[in-house]
């Protein structure tokens, strides 16, 4: 497995491989690799296929953590992710440097103007532009035929697959379904910052998303009842903070009124210092 | 000269040139060509090589114009562009429709922050969004080694270089200096909106900008005094309104009190329904 640093040998190797007719695919992720990361490089390998060259890159993305979030005690272990990326068969790792990413006077962003604004948008300013703006760049620097992402992030999957789209990017986007705990908790980076009382409350997040899904499979339509459903679970922990409980499109991303077919429900719930977030599509066609 | 109206067939012919090792050389453009075109065409030509790619794009970019702006009336003569790009050796030209670029639902854009905040950027908002934002896509259909622009939009050749920088977009972006007819008016397809009086009244644009150049080789060092000499050459001309007069830093465009090296003069100059511009380095190393 080879460890790229450099940006233009990224781009060299790259281009190497594409001369060759290899095909290219990329997993973008910012470390600290969980079972859900695996399942993402799982993916790409299987899109790359044996003579493909998979690509894992390792970056935590400055642009998109806020002045009070938690970019400087965000959890690291290259050691431990360089084993899994082995594992998994990746082919190369690249980790490129915070000032080769941003070099001085660097000022350009990239937004997606509409879904941007929505669930987390709201609460994390500039975030989404910081998350659109590095996979771009990424994008450019490895230049893959596809990419993988999770749906655990699912707004930042729809907000990629629509700059793919508007931006003529050539990328394929692969969404990969989320990877759960055996007690249903989404995997994460950020579960690491959870204490062991923590962690239990932690689990009425996707209890609170499957109490959402059997409401609407036993007929349950309005969004506010949904979410007044939710709600009182996620309450029962003391320690949970909700951030927001949001019953919307699973396209725009715009709140709904009411369940006509398919939607999606989405949450943040913030438990010490681990703001947690998970979603599910609801559906009137499930029975519960 | 083949002339390709999808974007997908562009991508296609790009990628097969690439693959026979080709060098994709782009100029793009909203058409109505003049001879400043024809000097990007001519550069274009020679960094393309007898064996590249030459793409020239026509695509009036709506992004581009505000909504009070001369988006429905800016002239168009397809078969005169064609005639040119047939004689300059052009090899492809790239026309794609509005709704081919804009699909509904387009919502992603490309910001270069701080230079556009400047000169045009002032009174023109949202422009030079539309630009770089149709500038980076037209990049992903047409997949160029080198794009070819002309340095009579100056602010815009900024743009575009930190972009492509800041973007790592691998393309080497090419600046070519202004064409300008006999009496020194800078060749625009917008000139084509003067009447004779109108016309005449233009030359003013160049003249005071050779007064700045002729002023700093003199002795002047003060912004404000190059600004007043150049005011009271434009203000003869009772049809011209001066949007903006500057004096600034050449790489940052931002205003300079004095000049110690090098600057940039730019200004913007209404003349009729004409919205002109123009700019000239000016330097204390050379003498009038």
Chains 1, 2 share one sequence.
Request: proline share 4%; glycine share 8%; with cysteine.
């Amino acid at each position: 497995m080879e460890i790229i640093k450099e940006v233009t040998l990224m781009q060299a190797r790259s281009k190497a491989a594409k001369a060759e007719g290899q095909k290219v695919v990329f997993v973008p992720t910012m470390g600290f690799l969980h079972d859900g990361h695996r399942e993402l490089i799982k993916t790409g390998r299987k899109a790359a296929g044996k003579d493909g060259l998979l690509v894992l890159s390792i970056f935590v993305n400055p642009a998109q953590f806020g002045p009070k979030e938690d970019l400087s005690t965000y959890p690291r272990d290259m050691d431990r992710d360089l084993k899994m990326a082995g594992e998994e068969g990746v082919d190369a790792v690249f980790t490129p440097g915070v000032d080769d990413v941003y070099p001085r006077g660097f000022e350009t962003f990239v937004e997606v103007t509409e879904l941007q604004k929505h669930l987390c948008g709201e609460r994390r300013p500039g975030h989404f532009r910081g998350v659109a703006t590095v996979v771009l760049k990424l994008f450019n620097m490895v230049m893959p035929d596809s990419a993988v992402f999770g749906k655990k992030d699912y707004q930042q999957l729809k907000i990629i697959e629509r700059m793919a789209r508007d931006l003529n990017l050539g990328v394929d986007i692969i969404g990969v379904d989320t990877v759960r705990e055996s007690d249903g908790l989404a995997m994460s980076s950020r579960n690491a910052y959870l204490s062991e009382p923590e962690r239990r409350a932690a689990r009425s997040i996707p209890g609170s998303l499957k109490a959402a899904s059997d409401g609407v499979a036993t007929g349950v339509r309005q969004a506010r009842d949904l979410i007044e459903i939710m709600k009182k679970i996620i309450e029962k922990e003391p320690v949970a903070v909700i951030e927001y409980i949001r019953v919307c499109d699973k396209e725009s991303l715009e709140d709904l009124d009411t369940i006509e077919d398919e939607a999606l429900v989405a949450l943040a719930v913030s438990i010490g210092r681990a703001r947690l977030i998970d979603n599910r599509i609801v559906s009137i066609r499930l029975r519960a």
